[in-house]
């Protein structure tokens, strides 16, 4: 590892050099790389996190760009990983990175997160969040959450250190009609790249 290229962190006192091995041992899977996942990608990826793991299945659509900032418009069509990975490669070469070219499903999610320390939680849908949930409640491995809806956001840390878990506050999942998708209610660009920075930052 190349110390210097980490020295505005560990040249803080409350962070330091102990801090940073932490996170080169570290195993991160983010599920999703939409507008939630790339910031949380690129900055846990500049920041020195020694595996990060990806899940993504979806190709680039022209919607995606106004968000997802890592994406160019010669990017239309193609699939999200391969992008990701080539671009996350170039930011920090020292990363290993592992891609998961499939969604996230109850036939591979406990295999899937089976070989990380901590999930974060970038996806857009209930089904996935609630699988991601029961998945980390079986294999006692904490989750970061970020949602999104309109100009509002939520953020939080579940099943750590056996506190609160995802459906201890949301026990049952809303139907598809109670509460509509970004595809349906919109975002404003900025706001996932301000709550992906928060799950980060968890």
Not at 30 to 53: D, E, K, R, S
Not at 104 to 110: P, R, S, V, Y
Not at 147 to 156: I, M, P, T, V, Y
Request: aromatic share 8%; with cysteine; glycine share 10%.
């Amino acid at each position: 590892m190349n110390s210097n290229r980490y020295i505005r962190q560990t040249s803080l006192k409350e962070f330091g050099h102990k801090s940073q091995d932490l996170l080169l041992k570290s195993r991160i899977l983010v599920v999703g790389a939409g507008g939630l996942g790339i910031p949380v990608l690129q900055y846990l990826n500049a920041m020195g996190i020694g595996t990060l793991g990806i899940v993504e299945g979806d190709k680039i659509e022209i919607t995606n760009l106004q968000r997802q900032v890592i994406y160019d418009e010669k990017d239309i069509g193609k699939g999200k990983l391969e992008v990701v990975l080539e671009r996350l490669s170039s930011q920090n070469s020292a990363t290993d990175l592992i891609g998961h070219d499939t969604f996230l499903t109850k036939d591979n999610a406990l295999e899937i997160l089976a070989d990380y320390d901590v999930v974060v939680d970038a996806t857009d849908n209930f089904p996935t969040r609630y699988l991601i949930n029961d998945t980390c409640v079986i294999l006692d491995k904490p989750f970061v959450y970020g949602a999104l809806h309109g100009f509002e956001a939520q953020l939080s840390v579940f099943n750590y250190q056996e506190g609160p878990t995802y459906r201890c506050l949301f026990p049952t999942m809303p139907s598809s009609v109670e509460i509509p998708d970004c595809n349906i209610n919109g975002v404003l660009g900025v706001i996932p790249g301000i709550v992906g920075s928060l799950q980060a930052l968890e």
